[in-house]
């Protein structure tokens, strides 16, 4: 069984460009959420989808948006890139619903220069 | 809003031994569910073990285990016999109940270490 499945691994980008990430979750699963983990803010809720629906958003600014797919693989977007955009960025899936068992990919690695 | 609290920024000891990561919460939710996750070098978040909020009995994985103490609002992880690979950062997070919507809070994480 495949797990979660992040691309691109890494990559780098100049201040003011956009970017967009992807993530496949686990098959059956519906339920996507993304993280934004920095040493300094540590690992923190940026918004999560189920059916694709934005249920919930974490505290970020507008720049940092995200749709889900009918096959439920979901993409974050963030425009207008600053160099403390710099950071790992988790995608966890779950079936969603009463199943709490939640699983993160390997994450994206984002360098802003 | 929820907070963690993850005390120690790291901790070291020798391959064999017993180690227990402490965390705290606060919450004024009553459904909630509790997650450990490790997180080694290659960064990736692994599922540790999880407790729902309603269960009274401590959940146990393998070697590890939890002590929930709900009205003290602390969940700590205790590793037993630990191995080289259990080398990692750990997190404690909450979840509230509803559907997963709110996603999890983490706490900063303690740094384990487990020497040889």
């Known amino acids: 069984k495949a797990g979660v499945t992040q691309t691109p691994r890494y990559l780098i980008k100049t201040r003011g460009q956009q970017v967009t990430l992807s993530c496949s979750p686990i098959?059956?699963?519906?339920?996507v959420s993304w993280y934004q983990q920095t040493p300094g803010q540590g690992l923190q809720f940026l918004f999560e989808?189920?059916?694709?629906?934005?249920?919930n958003k974490g505290n970020f600014p507008g720049r940092f948006s995200g749709r889900q797919f009918s096959n439920s693989r979901s993409e974050m977007n963030v425009s207008t890139l600053e160099l403390g955009d710099s950071a790992l960025y988790l995608c966890?899936?779950?079936?969603?619903?009463?199943?709490?068992?939640?699983?993160f990919g390997e994450g994206s690695w984002l360098t802003v220069v | 809003a929820q907070t963690v609290t993850q005390s120690q920024p790291e901790m070291s000891v020798q391959e064999a031994e017993t180690v227990t990561l402490s965390c705290t919460y606060d919450?004024?939710?009553?459904?909630?569910?509790l997650f450990w996750y490790k997180q080694p070098p290659s960064r990736q978040m692994i599922l540790v073990i999880r407790?729902?909020?309603?269960?009274?009995q401590n959940a146990t994985e393998n070697r590890f285990s939890v002590n929930f103490q709900k009205a003290a609002k602390s969940f700590s992880l205790k590793i037993s016999d630990s191995q080289l690979g259990d080398t990692a950062m750990y997190f404690c997070a909450f979840m509230k109940g509803g559907g997963g919507a709110d996603g999890l809070t983490f706490g900063k994480g303690t740094h384990l270490i487990i020497q040889p």
């Open positions: 989808y189920f059916s694709e629906t934005q249920r």
């Open positions: 966890a899936s779950s079936r969603g619903g009463a199943d709490y068992t939640i699983y």
């Open positions: 098959s059956g699963h519906r339920s």
């Open positions: 407790q729902e909020a309603y269960k009274q």
């Open positions: 919450t004024s939710e009553s459904n909630y569910y």
